[in-house]
């Protein structure tokens, strides 16, 4: 059963495709806002194939997706997916690239080798270690005691080539194609039949591990070193991405393709909150998206039932909102 789902990119990606999309492609740090874009994006859809070999598990258990826990000593760990079994529970660290991959266990890193070049990259076996040592603390330090920890390194990417030193035992134990993965977990489930874990301290698990959860959405301008006036501003076109679509008719209508939409409004104030701030004014809003009436601006804030506060021109209204899972917005603006 998956207890926290993946169907929703990472906050952190949805940060880097909105900037991807604001950043005009002449501006300086467009090729590296492009090139992390693209590395996350590769992460996410590796993560998303594990459904499939996901779906098969005989056993009971509960599948948390893109987990960030504090441990004891206040730092945040991350795992892209946790099995959680009444017997044992397993870390999964996904790695969807592409080239000859070499586990070199000297220097502790991950060789990429494709047409022209070398890379090094993290060692993903160190990465699962640092992982379980966090977890079990964090077990630990949660009250849930005596949960044996298995880590695996899946490796999505069908053209990938894996190599590593045969003498390189954790490589060859950790180490697993997606393909492979239900034959992994079995052998694993298999290896620990004793129950460590009553239904209820599953349940009190699956709770503290879902209310501990924090998004990472760190403050990306700063990241980047930008300011606000380096990004495009303006509503986006759904169709063609331009960034000048005006009001008429009760709809937003793009200048270059004719394109019309009831709710680009929407994705631009999300765009605001994911790069700007988690809450606005209604003339920062304005500034942001180029509106230049007050009135509009407040039917659109209006209509989105916004947490606020503050009086008059000093209001702030909270865009939480836009970075939760769960949250639906209503679609349209009344223009009267
Ligand atoms: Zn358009």
Redesign the pocket.
């Known amino acids: 059963m998956i207890v926290k789902t993946n169907t929703i990119p990472p906050l952190f990606l949805q940060q880097l495709e909105s900037l991807s999309h604001r950043l005009p492609p002449h501006h300086e740090k467009y090729g590296e806002v492009i090139r992390k874009y693209r590395m996350h994006a590769a992460g996410y859809a590796g993560e998303k194939s594990l459904l499939y070999p996901f779906r098969y598990i005989n056993s009971p258990h509960a599948i948390f997706f893109d987990l960030r826990l504090r441990d004891s000593i206040q730092h945040y760990f991350q795992m892209d997916a946790l099995l959680l079994t009444p017997t044992c529970c397993i870390i999964f660290e996904v790695k969807n690239i592409s080239g000859t991959i070499y586990f070199d266990p000297h220097f502790q890193q991950l060789i990429r080798k494709d047409t022209n070049q070398e890379t090094s990259l993290p060692d993903p076996l160190s990465q699962v270690k640092r992982q379980k040592q966090h977890l079990s603390h964090w077990f630990i330090s949660n009250h849930f005691y005596h949960i044996p920890i298995e880590t695996v390194v899946v490796v999505t990417n069908q053209s990938s080539v894996i190599q590593a030193p045969s003498t390189h035992n954790d490589a060859y134990n950790q180490v697993v194609r997606v393909e492979n993965l239900l034959g992994k977990i079995e052998g694993i489930l298999g290896r620990h039949q004793e129950k460590k874990l009553s239904n209820k301290q599953l349940t009190n698990i699956k709770k503290s591990l879902l209310d501990q959860h924090t998004d990472y959405c760190p403050t990306i301008m700063k990241m980047f070193h930008l300011k606000e006036d380096d990004l495009c501003k303006g509503i986006a ?6 960034k000048s ?1 005006y009001r008429k008719n009760g709809k937003w209508n ?6 019309t939409s009831k709710t680009a409004h929407v994705a631009g104030i999300k765009d605001y909150a994911l790069l700007i701030g988690h809450s606005a004014t209604n003339a920062a809003l304005r500034d942001f998206l180029k509106i230049e009436s007050r009135h509009l601006m407040l039917r659109i804030l209006h209509g989105l039932h916004l947490p606020q506060t503050g009086a008059q021109k000093n209001r702030m209204y909270s865009l939480a909102p836009f970075l939760s899972r769960n949250h639906e917005f209503p679609r349209t603006i009344r223009d009267s």
Request: include cysteine; charged fraction near 15%; hydrophobic fraction near 15%.
């Open positions: 076109c759904p169709q063609c991405h331009h679509m793009c200048i270059k393709c004719d394109t």
